[in-house]
């Protein structure tokens, strides 16, 4: 073999293995870039995995926490409303007259003596025909309600109580009588629920008649407009037996 063959064979080998290197290089650097994104992927999707799991946590602990709040304020207002009805009939009277929160609403607004109150505090109630018809009124109302009825001799002229009754702030005629409607304030009985509360006053005769409603729940003037007539009609029979 001439030098010249050897040195060919030299170099060839020489880029061979040169060749074989690079390959191997490569191989090698796509193995790790292959591990690498392998990596990354299992990484991410722990890190995915893990955030699902605290959001889930998070969820539920926020649903107890929204079930436990409601619960609470569910009882709270069970418990009021119970309060508020135990008031409310606890502060009725057994033999005709008013309640002391509905004397207590009359007596504060009746500097007036033109108004329906300052008329209705110069009468006297006549508790034997109010009973009567508290009888018949307690009948008409749900368990949260409770009617107290008031009649009296009309305590001067008639035209004063007309005119009286006409200024209260909404009247309807009902079965040819003038009825005036007014909300009572701060009805209170006791500490817990304030009650809601309305004077309902027509003239009958020589005689002021009508009710205090009150209830534990808001009181839809509409709705008490609406089922008037009927304790009207309830009253006058009490009235007329």
């Not at 508790?127 to 949260?144: M, N, Q, R, T």
């Not at 027509?202 to 304790?231: C, E, M, N």
């Amino acid at each position: 073999m001439t030098s010249r063959s050897l040195a060919a064979m030299v170099c060839l080998l020489a880029s061979t293995l040169a060749c074989s290197s690079a390959d191997d290089a490569v191989k090698a650097g796509e193995k790790a870039a292959r591990n690498a994104s392998q990596q990354a992927m299992d990484a991410s999707k722990n890190a995915a995995s893990s955030a699902m799991d605290a959001s889930k946590n998070a969820a539920g602990e926020l649903a107890d926490s929204a079930v436990d709040r409601s619960k609470k304020a569910a009882g709270d207002l069970m418990d009021a409303t119970a309060s508020g009805a135990k008031a409310l009939f606890a502060d009725l009277r057994g033999d005709g007259e008013l309640s002391a929160s509905a004397k207590q609403w009359l007596r504060s607004q009746a500097s007036d003596a033109t108004t329906i109150e300052g008329v209705l505090a110069r009468g006297v109630q006549l508790a034997p025909v109010a009973i009567e018809a508290a009888k018949v009124l307690a009948d008409a109302v749900d368990s949260d309600t409770a009617i107290e009825p008031i009649f009296q001799a009309v305590a001067g002229d008639t035209r004063e109580a007309d005119a009286a009754i006409g200024g209260m702030p909404r009247v309807e005629v009902i079965d040819g009588l003038t009825v005036g409607f007014k909300q009572m304030d701060r009805l209170d009985s006791g500490h817990h629920v304030k009650q809601r509360g309305y004077l309902v006053m027509w003239r009958r005769g020589d005689h002021l008649v009508g009710f205090v409603y009150r209830s534990t729940r808001t009181i839809d003037l509409a709705k008490l407009v609406a089922q008037t007539p009927r304790l009207v009609a309830l009253t006058q029979s009490a009235l007329d037996a």
